[in-house]
Each structure stands twice: as C-alpha cells, then as structure tokens.
C-alpha cells in the first residue's frame, strides 16, 4: 500500500513558522521525487517545492524561496517542508506527492498525494 501521510498545518499569526511533514510509505523513498503543492481559497494548484536526488537543486515557487525549505530525511522515509515569516497568502492546503522525478509531479504525473493539511494564517 502505498501511502503519503501529511501533518503539522495548523493555525499561525503572520510571521510565524510551520513545519509540515509528509511520511511515505510503501515505495522506495529514495527513489522518487516528493513535492509540496498547495491550493488557495478561490486560486488553482500551484506547485512550492521538490526535492529530487537526480533532478538538481530542489525547486521552489517564487513566492516562498528564502521562506521555504524542503528537506528529506531518507531513513524516516519523510520530507520536510519548513516554513518560515509566514504571511496570509500562505493559508491553504497543503498537500505532498510522490513521483518519479520533479518533473513528471509539474505536470500531474504522480505515484500518491496525501490527505492534505490546512495552513492558515492570520493578519
């Protein structure tokens, strides 16, 4: 079974931190790439971060870079999205997915996506 279990979103004033964590199971972590997406009241999808071990640095939105850090901890099997100076146009779901490379996660081509989590934040 595989499986992507999500959690540490919760309610922040603006300025706080959060660090969300995706555990994975059920798949070779190592071998893919795990990504961090998140959806806005009345907004689209937009893709935050992935980490890849083959597709280079790990990506991140413009909207988050030096706010944001995606981490991996291959042993625990999770990724790690910390997030920090929060602002209310953070407050969303956030979800993470698995795929074979960044990639194919850009462009829907996924293994899971988890339940998601609730960030908000407040002004």
């Known amino acids: 079974e595989v499986q992507l279990v999500e959690s540490g979103g919760g309610l922040v004033q603006a300025g706080g931190s959060l660090r969300l964590s995706c555990a994975a199971s059920?798949?070779?972590?190592?071998?893919?790439?795990m990504g961090w997406f998140r959806q806005a009241p009345g907004k689209e999808r937009e893709g935050v971060s992935c980490?890849?071990?083959?597709?280079?640095?790990?990506y991140y939105a413009d909207s988050v870079k030096g706010r944001f850090t995606i981490s991996s901890d291959n042993a625990k099997n999770t990724v790690y999205l910390q997030m920090n100076s929060l602002k209310p146009e953070d407050t969303a779901v956030y979800y993470c997915?698995?795929?074979?490379?960044?990639?194919?996660?850009?462009?829907?081509?996924?293994?899971?996506w988890g339940q998601g989590t609730q960030v908000t934040v407040s002004s």
């Open positions: 059920g798949f070779t972590f190592d071998d893919y790439a």
């Open positions: 980490i890849s071990s083959g597709d280079g640095p790990p």
């Open positions: 997915a698995a795929g074979k490379s960044c990639h194919r996660l850009r462009i829907g081509v996924s293994l899971r």
